[in-house]
T-cell receptor, first 106, second 114 residues
Framework: AQRVTQPEKLLSVFKGAPVELKCNYS??????LFWYVQYSRQRLQLLLR??SRESIKGFTADLNKGETSFHLKKPFAQEEDSAMYYC????????FGTGTRLTVIP | NAGVTQTPKFQVLKTGQSMTLQCAQD?????MYWYRQDPGMGLRLIYY???????DKGEVPNGYNVSRLNKREFSLRLESAAPSQTSVYFC?????????????FGDGTRLSIL
């Protein structure tokens, strides 16, 4: 069965430090993975998708099929990155992880 | 643009009552979705509409019905509310047809069933 695991509910980093939000998945098919973000008092929105191999707001995510991971990374965290981040796997439907709340400390 | 608009924002119902959650979008979305979010769980897909005139079950459709009234509107109906349906409900949309990749979400409706 498909599953998305985000092992950290909370993550705090200092401004300027690197940040990595972890996401692991289990799926027998060919995975399509996404990151969604919800900033304070804003709506949930799509941040990036692995198939696009894009960098959005300095964030990147690489699909590692060997480790079944899709970690979200940014080399230098900014205060405005503080938000709730959800990893999602497309397998017929879109399956979401439980989310990680990132706090960037000034 | 209002984006994806959900009404109401909050609702309390008694067990057995019925109600309809409304969702409207002005982003020219072709696909629309209804999710629920429960504590400690990720969003789970209830129903979706891959294009105007079509609806399909998602992961947790039992106890719900939907209507894609037109391209802009996608409503979710609880015919006989149960306490297990207490949740936060999100409507979402995407411009892609049949993509199952929602791009924009509404603010959510917090529903409590007593």
């Amino acid at each position: 069965a498909q599953r998305v695991t985000q092992p950290e509910k909370l993550l705090s980093v200092f401004k300027g430090a690197p940040v990595e939000l972890k996401c692991n998945y289990s799926y027998s098919g060919s995975p399509e993975l996404f990151w969604y973000v919800q900033y304070s008092r804003q709506r949930l929105q799509l941040l990036l998708r692995h198939i696009s191999r894009e960098s959005i707001k300095g964030f990147t995510a690489d699909l590692n099929k060997g480790e079944t991971s899709f970690h979200l990374k940014k080399p230098f965290a900014q205060e405005e990155d503080s938000a709730m981040y959800y990893c999602a796997l497309q397998a017929n439907n879109l399956f979401f992880g439980t989310g990680t709340r990132l706090t960037v400390i000034p | 643009n209002a984006g994806v608009t959900q009404t109401p924002k909050f609702q309390v119902l008694k067990t057995g009552q019925s109600m309809t959650l409304q969702c409207a979008q002005d982003m020219n979305h072709n696909s629309m979705y209804w999710y629920r979010q429960d504590p400690g769980m990720g969003l789970r897909l209830i129903y979706y509409s891959a294009s105007e005139g079509t609806t399909d079950k998602g992961e947790v459709p039992n106890g719900y019905n939907v209507s894609r009234l037109n391209k802009r509107e996608f409503s979710l109906r609880l015919e006989s509310a149960a306490p297990s349906q207490t949740s936060v409900y999100f409507c979402a949309g995407s411009r892609d047809f049949y993509s199952n990749q929602p791009q924009h979400f509404g603010d959510g409706t917090r529903l409590s069933i007593l």
